[in-house]
């Protein structure tokens, strides 16, 4: 089954061609926007793998939380090759994705993205002997609230994600707190690949119509909108 995986949700953006295993994944972090950038990144991966988009049994990609125009062009992009192909999707939770370079780990894996507002996209795992635990489902929350959650736990609680030093900074006084090294810290194209070629394997893909973008709150134009009707 080969899968094409995207992930645009934050500042890095990277592209992955999947079957049974990595084939080829090209990541990047500058300051191009993801709409300059993605569409030659998912020509790159094809061409150097010999593969054509007729070729995809399953599009993927990291539907949210995160940067709400990051996002939206990651969604937007694979949305159109779905529906162009007439192939399946498969929706990966942003935060789920981080998880997947500790599998390895027995312990709480936090992961964290910066919602600004001294807020962070959140969802908490418990990895024990290679299986995965969810323990908080995706949210948006203030960063002392997750401190004080995090204070219950006893065990190792590793921080992920782009707002993982954020929430660090603010509790590493807590000795069974550890920040992620940077090159294991954030989300890639590969995870949302493994992590659709298991769903799509258990029929749980979706349509091109129903995917959709999770913001988990609405955006600083909606927010600044509602006030203004407010007043």
């Keep these: 089954m080969l899968i094409l995986s995207v992930d645009s949700s934050a500042t890095p953006a990277s592209v992955c061609l999947y079957d049974d295993k990595v084939l080829a994944e090209y990541y990047i972090n ?3 926007t993801h709409s300059q950038t993605l569409t030659a990144m998912i020509e790159s991966v094809l061409q150097i793998t010999g593969k054509q988009a007729k070729d995809i049994d399953v599009f993927a990609v990291n539907s949210g939380p995160g940067s709400f125009t990051g996002v939206r062009i990651g969604v937007s992009a694979v949305k159109g090759m ?4 007439d192939r399946p999707c498969v929706a990966v939770s ?3 994705s981080m998880i997947n370079n500790f599998l390895t780990e027995n312990a709480v894996i936090c992961a964290c993205m910066d919602a600004r507002r001294q807020q962070v996209y959140n969802a908490v795992y418990r990895i024990s002997e290679g299986r995965e635990e969810l ?3 995706d949210r948006a929350i203030a960063i002392d609230a997750l401190i004080e959650e995090i204070q219950a736990y006893h065990e190792k609680v590793i921080l992920v994600g782009d707002g993982a030093e954020l ?12 920040l992620a090294p940077a090159n294991l810290r954030y989300q890639r194209a590969s995870a949302v690949a493994m992590i659709a070629a298991e769903k799509a394997n258990n029929h749980k893909t979706i349509t091109a119509a129903a995917l959709m973008p999770s913001y ?6 909606e927010r600044e909108r509602m006030e203004k009707q407010k007043g």
């Design 167 to 178: 929430v660090y900074n603010s509790c590493k006084e807590l000795n069974n707190i550890v």
């Design 216 to 221: 988990l709150r609405l955006s600083q134009a």
């Design 82 to 85: 779905a529906y162009a192909m």
């Design 30 to 32: 500058t300051k191009l």
């Design 94 to 96: 942003t935060l789920h």
């Design 135 to 137: 323990l908080c489902s």
